[in-house]
């Protein structure tokens, strides 16, 4: 009896320390998680760690969107499997060892960024957007166009948590933007069309208390402003009132409050309207950087060309409704209707009109006094072109293949008319 009550006692005994040292790892955990957190506030770790019998068979796996899962929820290829006699501390100390780790993202399957589906809003009787589906890739600058009133910003205000859907679902990085509203607002940077900065702080206190409201600690928000200043060229000018700085320089700013918090995916909203072409060259290079630093970036302009020039792909939306989602030359094959050659000499072309309408079956365009032109593909066309210009006796100045244009493909796909296009790109 002696014997079993001594077990017994030392059972309880072991079990009430194994219970202290649960919670007491528990806690460490906790406490370590939230350092790394504060160091590495672009990798967060968020979920559970589940328990089985008493600690002697722990089991973890993080996967791309960073969500801890049971390894029966685990799909295939995700990363860093720890199962089987695992305690507390062994634990912390590999959750760390892979927050620390520089080759981190090399073990990162790449995941979907965005991923909108069946979205629909309603204001009353209006349909304001329609049905709206995409995904967009980590890593990926996506362009959303459409004319005035298609439903770019309501898509934005959804996909950014500030506008509930009538119907449909947002995920960001892998996440349900409805139940997880406070963790995706701390990986994602958003500019709006206006500025929501303040006026009467600094250029440098602005970025402080923007860092300050996304819980960046103090040290390295001051460090990540400075070089935030840094790469849109706002040293000079981070003393100065926010009210007292160029249109352009409180745009390329308000970028830049955007990205204190490092966030992973970046919302831009007609970065560049109404700035001046060097402002608006500078901020388009700021924003490549990015991108090739492997931010997200989803990105609305009625700047055709900065699209064309910027975007991986590109989704055209059109009275709520997405019409096409494409590489932008893609969409700019969708605009050729024919192949065609334009061919500029020296003097007039109405000496070569008739031969060569003669010699390929087609009459020419006469775009000006000097330039014509011609169409068909370049290898059929230019043995007759050499030979009407020797017969003429005329003298070549260029010839150009005609590549359709982002614009001409926009118009094409949503029907808009060349003044509306003008009036589109006043921002009107």
Same mark, same amino acid.
């Given at each position: 009896?002696?014997?079993?009550?001594d077990?017994?006692?030392?059972?309880?005994?072991?079990? !009430?320390?194994?219970?202290?040292? &649960?919670? &007491?790892?528990?806690?460490?955990?906790?406490?370590?998680? #939230?350092?790394?957190?504060?160091?590495?506030?672009?990798?967060?770790?968020?979920?559970?760690?589940?328990?089985?019998?008493?600690?002697?068979?722990?089991?973890? =796996?993080?996967?791309?969107?960073?969500?801890?899962?049971?390894? %029966?929820? *685990?799909?295939?290829?995700?990363?860093?499997?720890?199962?089987?006699?695992? *305690?507390? &501390?062994?634990?912390?100390?590999?959750?760390?060892?892979?927050?620390? *780790?520089?080759?981190?993202?090399? *073990?990162?399957?790449?995941?979907?960024?965005?991923?909108?589906? +069946?979205?629909? #809003?309603?204001?009353?009787?209006?349909?304001?957007?329609?049905?709206?589906?995409?995904?967009?890739?980590?890593?990926?600058?996506?362009?959303?166009?459409g004319?005035?009133?298609?439903?770019?910003?309501?898509?934005?205000?959804?996909?950014?948590?500030l506008?509930?859907?009538?119907?449909?679902? =947002?995920e960001?990085?892998?996440?349900?933007?409805?139940?997880?509203?406070?963790?995706?607002?701390?990986?994602?940077?958003?500019?709006?069309? &206006?500025?929501?900065?303040?006026?009467?702080?600094?250029?440098?206190?602005?970025?402080?208390?923007?860092?300050?409201?996304? +819980?960046?600690?103090?040290?390295?928000?001051? $460090?990540r402003?400075?070089?935030?200043?840094?790469?849109?060229?706002?040293? $000079?000018?981070?003393?100065?009132?926010?009210?007292?700085?160029?249109? +352009?320089?409180?745009?390329?700013?308000?970028?830049?409050?955007?990205?204190?918090?490092?966030?992973?995916?970046?919302?831009?909203?007609?970065?560049?309207?109404?700035?001046?072409?060097?402002?608006a060259?500078?901020?388009?290079?700021?924003? %490549?950087?990015?991108?090739?630093? +492997?931010m997200t970036?989803?990105?609305?302009?009625?700047?055709?060309?900065?699209?064309? =020039?910027?975007?991986?792909?590109?989704?055209?939306?059109?009275?709520?409704?997405?019409? !096409?989602?494409?590489?932008?030359?893609?969409?700019? #094959?969708?605009?050729?209707?024919? %192949?065609?050659?334009?061919?500029?000499?020296?003097g007039?072309?109405?000496?070569?009109?008739?031969?060569?309408?003669?010699?390929?079956?087609?009459?020419?365009?006469?775009?000006? !006094?000097?330039t014509?032109?011609? !169409?068909?593909?370049?290898?059929?066309?230019?043995?007759?072109?050499?030979?009407?210009?020797?017969?003429?006796?005329?003298?070549?100045?260029?010839?150009?293949?005609?590549?359709?244009?982002?614009?001409?493909?926009?118009?094409?796909i949503?029907?808009?008319?060349?003044?509306?296009?003008?009036?589109?790109?006043?921002?009107?």
């Amino acid at each position: 009896m002696r014997v079993l009550a001594d077990l017994r006692c030392r059972s309880r005994i072991s079990i !009430s320390i194994l219970s202290v040292a &649960a919670v &007491a790892g528990w806690c460490i955990l906790k406490m370590k998680i #939230k350092r790394a957190r504060s160091r590495k506030s672009g990798l967060k770790i968020w979920g559970l760690l589940y328990f089985r019998k008493a600690l002697s068979s722990l089991a973890y =796996v993080m996967n791309a969107s960073e969500k801890v899962l049971t390894p %029966q929820e *685990c799909p295939k290829g995700n990363v860093v499997v720890v199962a089987g006699g695992a *305690c507390i &501390a062994d634990l912390c100390d590999v959750l760390l060892q892979y927050l620390h *780790c520089p080759k981190r993202k090399e *073990c990162i399957v790449t995941s979907i960024a965005i991923k909108a589906e +069946g979205l629909i #809003k309603r204001y009353g009787d209006l349909v304001a957007v329609n049905g709206v589906s995409f995904d967009v890739e980590e890593g990926e600058l996506f362009g959303f166009l459409g004319p005035n009133g298609a439903g770019k910003t309501t898509t934005i205000r959804m996909l950014t948590g500030l506008s509930k859907p009538t119907a449909g679902n =947002v995920e960001l990085l892998g996440l349900d933007i409805k139940a997880n509203a406070a963790m995706t607002k701390g990986f994602t940077g958003v500019v709006p069309e &206006a500025s929501n900065l303040y006026d009467e702080l600094t250029a440098l206190e602005n970025l402080l208390f923007m860092g300050k409201l996304y +819980g960046v600690r103090r040290k390295e928000r001051y $460090e990540r402003a400075m070089t935030l200043l840094e790469l849109f060229s706002l040293q $000079e000018k981070r003393d100065r009132p926010f009210r007292t700085l160029s249109r +352009g320089m409180k745009r390329s700013l308000t970028i830049a409050a955007a990205l204190i918090h490092n966030p992973k995916i970046l919302f831009l909203d007609e970065p560049t309207v109404g700035l001046d072409v060097m402002t608006a060259r500078s901020l388009r290079s700021a924003i %490549q950087k990015l991108r090739d630093q +492997g931010m997200t970036i989803f990105l609305t302009t009625h700047y055709l060309e900065e699209a064309d =020039v910027l975007c991986d792909r590109i989704a055209i939306i059109v009275r709520g409704q997405i019409v !096409s989602v494409e590489k932008p030359e893609e969409l700019k #094959k969708m605009a050729i209707k024919e %192949q065609a050659i334009e061919l500029t000499i020296r003097g007039s072309v109405s000496i070569l009109v008739e031969r060569l309408a003669a010699l390929i079956g087609t009459k020419p365009i006469i775009v000006d !006094s000097n330039t014509l032109r011609c !169409s068909g593909t370049t290898n059929s066309l230019l043995p007759h072109i050499c030979r009407a210009i020797q017969d003429a006796g005329a003298e070549i100045e260029s010839i150009n293949t005609i590549k359709p244009t982002l614009e001409e493909a926009f118009v094409r796909i949503t029907g808009l008319s060349s003044s509306m296009m003008a009036m589109e790109k006043g921002g009107k």
